[in-house]
């Protein structure tokens, strides 16, 4: 949301409010003329935010200021106790001096939703000592509530003393810095709401052991820590006022503590995503009556079931989270009747889900995980309000479950699901996202999938699937992924795909099409992925007639196909994302699917096919191998720069390569390989330090091999295949770099001759080590060696050092490649 611009000098508006405090014990509330408000108060009426009149429109001499919008005064004293300015385009800096911190009996203040971007929060906010609410919500404050304010600088510990603060939330502020206070928390005793989520206030994110002082606040009632580095255990629980406790992604450890059973009146209690080990018994929970929420999950915990008949979870359960805890049954669940949400993925689940949870959760359950099991069968028909359903990675068979029409997410790839896909699955109007990838689904694919409005996701790929793509998209449609992948589909690319104005990925490679190249595809403005690798399409790719084409294009797959002619130059002329390096780029992203799905699609380099998941919008891929091009490599090629992988191998290309290709920076897999292409090999590759898979072989290629940088690292099979190449890594040497002509050096000494004449030069340079240095000696000997008299020790030192240096080279890949996958992940 933008907001508009206000000249709104902060720092002199809030002098206004030095008139609202008189030291009389009787206050008079302040007269302010009207050429002081003029002089203080800029304010441009055009402008409006958040469908709210402006405060300031009633702030004037005319009436008494405690009943300007926005001020409340105490009818006893006339001091002012509340002021909201929210929304209200304030832009400037509050800093120390600023009249606003003598409001000193002020009880509220409420400045969220200005602009007070770059400028640090003032310590003197602590001062306010009857102060209860304060909120500077998204106010872009460079450093109270500030949920996501962008805040940095330092937070002031007496702001975790005010003795009247009741509500304190950081949450989300990832550069603040300060200290945890670990003492005087009883001076809080007024503190009923604390959310330290994600909050850097020491070192990288909150840290160290959690402070049992916390847990003895007396009206605390709400405790958010998640999301920090809160390491050790847990100490003594002893309150029995909160009522939401908070602590996952931390790094606590331990066993479950004995005292969260005091916790007898919490209703929200999440301990996700932490370092908790051992058995925990669903009685552990007996004395949590009211409890509603409940997360485990992503620990090393057993969660089991031992007093069966004597206690499951209460009634009350609305949410919980079980995922990777052991769970091996769901007997513990049969009186909780009031679920909403359930994941129990990543468990030991068998079998199929029992009839009395049908019965019991049939109108309450929202969303169900039972993903990464080993279930065998469901029925999710009885479910009349699920939206989201994840069934992946089990073992179902028969045919597809045909979720309520109430689904929105349906996630069930990865088992054993056969036959053809029912047409009831049309019912289901709301669907979002359809991902029934790798089963052995047979038949055609509805035509009527193509009519739901409102699905973004359809993901069929690694079926059986036959007949056409569906030709039924409409204008308007949501799609921006559509993945049909390794099936058996024929016909053309239907041309109703360019009412998909949405789609970003677009992969159908891997079946049987028999198309021309659907230029038209290039009208889509958000297209980032196409693949149409393993078809039959065929024909040449003509220079478009439409500007503007394939703006956003990034991977570009039609290999192993049948195209002709010239490689596209004109097409590539087009490829703006290709031409520019973006590094703010963003992956593709589907709103309301809490992460459950990510892009993935299927990439050949180093010689092997590989699924590039979640990370797809890094990679910037062209990869027009296995057809039929011919003619020359087009120089523009060289203006791809933000190319990753290029791959054009096992094609008819000819003439040279051209040295604009130097210019890929960041390409790490070059493949020209089974070409025809003659010359050197362009000096200028040896500036590409990013490459990592080079394959030349096959071609014509001759002259001397470049050095430096990561040549060092390429094997011979990069260039077998080309006889007239030479230098390293091949046997055949090239100018100075001591291999060259080595047999023809050699050929008029015999073996005995040679180490004779070895051990003669030897002992002369040693003597000469022993009376002028040894350094010089080995000088002398290595500049015997290099002018010729012992090449073939020349040879085989200088091949040594390659292999160092190769092995080194490998060594600092991998350990570059490790950090690269760790980052991305």
């Known amino acids: 949301m933008g907001y508009g611009q206000f000249s709104f000098l902060l720092c002199l508006f809030l002098s206004v409010f030095f008139f609202f405090i008189h030291t009389s014990s009787v206050p008079q509330r302040s007269k302010l003329h009207s050429s002081k408000i003029q ?117 002031p510990e007496s702001i975790f003393h005010l003795p009247k603060l009741k509500t304190l939330d950081l949450s989300n502020n990832f550069q603040l810095s300060g200290c945890f206070p670990k003492t005087k928390w009883n001076s809080s005793a007024s503190l009923i709401h604390l959310n330290l989520q994600g909050v850097n206030i020491s070192g990288n994110f909150l840290n160290g052991t959690i402070p049992s002082s916390i847990f003895s606040l007396p009206s605390l009632t709400n405790l958010e820590l998640s999301n920090n580095h809160f390491s050790g255990q847990l100490e003594d629980i002893k309150s029995n006022s909160l009522l939401s406790v908070d602590l996952g992604n931390n790094q606590l450890q331990g066993h479950l503590p004995e005292s969260i059973q005091n916790l007898v009146n919490v209703t929200n209690l999440d301990l996700s995503f932490n370092n908790f080990s051992g058995n925990v018994d669903v009685s552990f929970f007996s004395d949590l009556k009211h409890l509603s929420s409940l997360g485990l999950s992503y620990n090393s915990i057993s969660f089991t079931n031992e007093n069966k008949v004597n206690f499951t979870l209460p009634e009350s359960l609305v949410y919980l989270q079980l995922a990777a805890c052991e769970v091996k049954e769901l007997e513990f669940l049969r009186s909780a009747k009031k679920l909403e949400h359930l994941d129990l993925s990543n468990n030991k689940l068998q079998g199929r889900i029992p009839d009395w949870a049908l019965s019991n959760w049939m109108f309450s359950l929202n969303s169900l995980n039972l993903s990464h099991n080993m279930l065998t069968s469901v029925n999710l028909s009885p479910f009349q309000s699920l939206e989201t359903i994840d069934l992946r990675s089990n073992s179902l068979q028969g045919s597809l479950p045909i979720p309520p029409n109430s689904t929105r997410f349906f996630f069930i790839s990865e088992n054993n699901l056969s036959g053809a896909i029912p047409s009831s699955i049309c019912n289901l109007t709301s669907l979002v996202m359809l991902d029934l990838t790798r089963n052995n689904l047979k038949g055609a694919i509805l035509q009527c999938l193509g009519n739901i409005s409102s699905l973004r996701v359809l993901d069929m790929h690694h079926n059986s699937l036959t007949g056409t793509l569906p030709t039924t998209f409409r204008f308007g449609s949501s799609l921006r992924s559509l993945n049909l992948h390794g099936n058996k589909l024929e016909g053309k690319v239907p041309q109703s795909l360019s009412n998909c104005k949405e789609l970003q990925v677009l992969d159908s490679g891997h079946n049987h099409l028999n198309d021309t190249f659907p230029m038209w595809l290039g009208t889509l403005p958000k297209l980032q992925l196409l693949s149409l690798r393993s078809n039959e399409l065929h024909g040449s790719i003509r220079t478009p007639m439409i500007e503007n084409i394939f703006p956003n294009l990034r991977m570009l797959d039609l290999s192993s196909n049948a195209f002709t002619e010239n490689l596209p130059t004109g097409l590539f002329q087009h490829l703006k994302s290709m031409r520019t390096i973006d590094q703010t780029m963003n992956a593709p992203r589907y709103e309301g699917a809490d992460g459950y799905y990510q892009d993935s699609v299927a990439v050949v380099s180093k010689g092997f096919e590989r699924d590039i998941v979640r990370i797809l919008y890094l990679y910037t891929v062209i990869d027009l191998s296995s057809n039929k091009f011919g003619g020359q490599i087009p120089s523009i090629m060289g203006e791809l720069i933000a190319v990753h992988i290029l791959n054009i191998s096992h094609n008819g290309l000819k003439g040279h390569i051209p040295p604009s290709l130097g210019s890929l920076s960041l390409v790490e897999s070059l493949d020209l390989s089974s070409n025809h292409l003659v010359g050197e090999i362009p000096a200028q590759f040896a500036s590409l330090i990013s490459l990592e898979v080079f394959n030349l072989s096959y071609n014509h290629l001759e002259g001397c091999i470049p050095q430096g940088n990561q040549f060092q690292t390429f094997e011979n099979n990069s260039y077998e295949g080309n006889d007239g190449l030479r230098g390293l890594p091949l046997s055949k040497g090239c100018g100075n770099d001591s291999v060259s002509e080595t047999n023809d050096t050699v050929s008029g000494l015999d073996d005995e001759e040679s180490n004779s004449e070895f051990l003669n030069d030897f002992w002369k340079g040693a003597l000469m080590g022993y009376g002028s240095g040894l350094c010089i000696g080995l000088s002398i000997i290595y500049f015997m060696i290099s002018t010729g008299k012992l090449m073939w020790l020349a040879r085989i030192i200088v091949e040594l050092e390659h292999k160092i240096m190769m092995g080194r080279r490998k060594k600092q890949r991998r350990q570059r490649n490790y950090r690269k996958r760790n980052n991305q992940l």
């Open 39 to 155: 002089k203080n108060l800029t304010v441009d009426p055009s402008l409006v935010l958040c469908n709210f009149y402006y405060y300031t429109s009633s702030w004037n001499m005319s009436i008494d200021c405690c009943s300007w919008d926005g001020v409340i005064c105490d009818e006893m004293t006339g001091y002012v106790i509340e002021l909201d300015l929210s929304c209200n385009s304030l832009v400037g800096k509050i800093d120390s001096i600023s009249s606003l911190f003598q409001l000193s009996h002020l009880q509220r203040l409420d400045l969220s939703e200005n602009n007070f971007s770059n400028f640090h929060i003032s310590p003197e906010f602590g001062k306010f000592s009857s102060l209860t609410h304060l909120d500077l919500s998204w106010a872009d404050f460079s450093v109270l509530v500030f949920e996501q304010s962008e805040l940095y600088g330092v937070i």
